[in-house]
């Protein structure tokens, strides 16, 4: 039994601050979700007027910084529970 959950983290865009959004049982679904928030943000941001900037972000595949990635954590395991009066 995996006593692992894994954590899917968005960087936020100012001061490198990271939220948590959500766990996942499986490494596997947890990696296939942040791949397609990846997509979903890469796509809303070639949406976006570029203004002075004219530079296209790369795609998920091919970009080095992720904004969407999967940490795992261990299980907490308290033991067995004794009653208290």
Known sequence: MNNDIYLLIEHGREYG??????WFDNEATAQAAALKM???????????????FTEK???????EYK???????GRFDP???????
């Open 38 to 52: 990846e997509w979903e943000a890469y796509r809303a941001e070639l949406k976006r007027p570029s203004g002075w």
């Open 67 to 73: 904004r969407y990635w999967v940490k795992a954590l």
């Open 57 to 63: 972000p790369l795609p998920p595949g091919e970009a």
């Open 79 to 85: 033991g067995p529970t004794v009653g208290v009066h």
């Open 17 to 22: 601050e990271a939220y948590v959004l959500g």
